[in-house]
């Protein structure tokens, strides 16, 4: 079954409203593209991570990855595309929290495009993207397509339209995607942006879609 970008964040408000919060939904997803980017990578301990991360809860999904890989021993590095103070979500603000306590996650205000990293992940821009990207998140996005890392990109590639398939006026290209809870009916539609596509669930109940998918 394929749902829209709308009908996910009714679902998601649901099961939040039944106690099932939207922390655990997102430490469930980026648990879960953790467990998928393993099935991928041999020896994640000896590999290089950077985690660029967005202002939301997309990027919150990405920090809680940047959490487990530094527990798996990676060397991880995280950039977020603005100041902290800037945070949009509750959820994020408290991942990003943990991790500022973290000295094995090396912090940087923006990325240092002389470092060749071994995996990058794409925790920029969700699927309430609209309009064209702007910067920071156009240079981000090049620096990533032009990188010969392996790229996983949390949810849906930044710059791809979940709804429709469409892009904007730059899109991650992604080496493995793993989007949430159902496929949204757009991200499929190009297997040339998401490279393998994963659906995890990630413990949303099953009554939250009550009323919303028929």
Known sequence: MEITVKQMYDIENAGHAMGFHK????????????????????????????????????????????????????????VLMGRSSEIKTVECQQNYDILSKMPSIEILDKIDTTIQYDIIIDAMLGTGITGDIREPY?????YINDSESFVLSVDVPSGLNPDTGNTC???????????????????HKRPDITG?????????????????IQ
């Open 196 to 212: 393998t596509l994963y659906t995890e669930a990630i413990g949303i109940p099953p009554e939250a879609e009550e009323g919303i």
């Open 138 to 142: 156009n240079s981000a996005i090049s």
């Open 169 to 187: 006026n730059t899109v991650t290209y992604a080496d493995v995607t793993v989007t949430f809870h159902k496929m949204k009916r757009g991200i």
């Open 23 to 78: 922390i655990l939904m997102m430490e469930n997803a980026g648990a879960a593209s953790v467990q998928r980017l393993l099935n991928h990578i041999e020896d994640i301990s000896s590999k290089t991570v950077l985690v660029v991360a967005g202002m939301g809860n997309n990027g919150g999904d990405g920090l809680v990855m940047a959490r487990h890989l530094a527990g798996y021993g990676a060397a991880v590095t995280l």
